[in-house]
DNA sequence: CGCATTTGACCCGCGC
DNA sequence: GCGCGGGTCAAATGCG
């Protein structure tokens, strides 16, 4: 069984934040089959939920929403640009590493750096066959204290880490 | 020795 | 039609 992420204790969520968003309580269920950060940090998590988070959160547009700590935020938008671009959740943390552990294998398949910045963009899959999902890392280019990461697709396999629990 | 990572090349879609 | 930016591939490398 997912784990909520709202039982997830180094994940927290302000529902308040959401009431003027376009989305659903249930998206969050949607989303809670993704392999919510146990992250093994204390740290703050912000998240910003999207079927383009990605490009959004390039933009800056959504984190310009300046939120305190021990919060989310979450935005969906329906407008899709056709293939694969199915299922994106970009998560925002608060980490020095970029190697968030989160009971998914990875296996990095590319790197590149992101325009107009020092910074990297690391790319990930999913190890286990059939599944598809992606995976892409990045720093927060304004706040290099963050680490973006970005889920795509969804997996049709349970996580380890779900396992244990 | 096996395997994940690395890293430049390649590819593709989009805007000019 | 071309150039650019972003995403992926794959051969070589390094590590356990």
Same mark, same amino acid.
């Given at each position: 069984m997912a784990m909520?992420?709202?039982?997830?204790?180094?994940?927290?969520?302000d529902y308040h934040q959401f009431q003027d968003s376009s989305f659903s309580f249930m998206d969050?269920?949607?989303?809670?089959s993704?392999?919510?950060?146990n992250f093994g940090l204390e740290a703050e998590t912000m998240a910003s939920l999207s079927t383009e988070a990605r490009t959004e959160a390039e933009r800056g547009s959504m984190k310009a929403?300046?939120?305190?700590? $021990?919060?989310?935020?979450?935005? @969906?938008?329906?407008? !899709? *640009?056709?293939?694969?671009?199915?299922?994106?959740?970009?998560f925002r943390t608060k980490s020095v590493l970029e190697i968030l552990d989160?009971?998914?294998?990875?296996?990095?398949?590319?790197?590149?750096?992101?325009?107009?910045?020092?910074?990297?963009?690391?790319?990930?899959?999913?190890? $286990?066959?059939g599944c598809g999902v @992606?995976?892409?890392? !990045? *720093?927060?280019?304004?706040?290099?204290?963050y680490v973006i990461t970005t889920y795509e697709g969804i997996h049709n396999h349970a996580s380890?880490?779900?396992?244990?629990?």
């Open positions: 909520n992420p709202l039982q997830n204790p180094s994940f927290f969520l969050l269920f949607d989303v809670s993704y392999p919510l950060p929403t300046s939120i305190d700590n $021990n919060s989310m935020q979450v935005e @969906k938008r329906k407008k !899709e *640009r056709g293939v694969g671009c199915n299922n994106r959740v970009a989160d009971g998914f294998k990875w296996r990095k398949y590319g790197k590149k750096s992101v325009k107009n910045t020092s910074h990297l963009r690391n790319y990930y899959k999913c190890l $286990n066959g @992606k995976k892409r890392v !990045e *720093r927060d280019r304004d706040d290099s204290s380890p880490f779900f396992d244990m629990v």
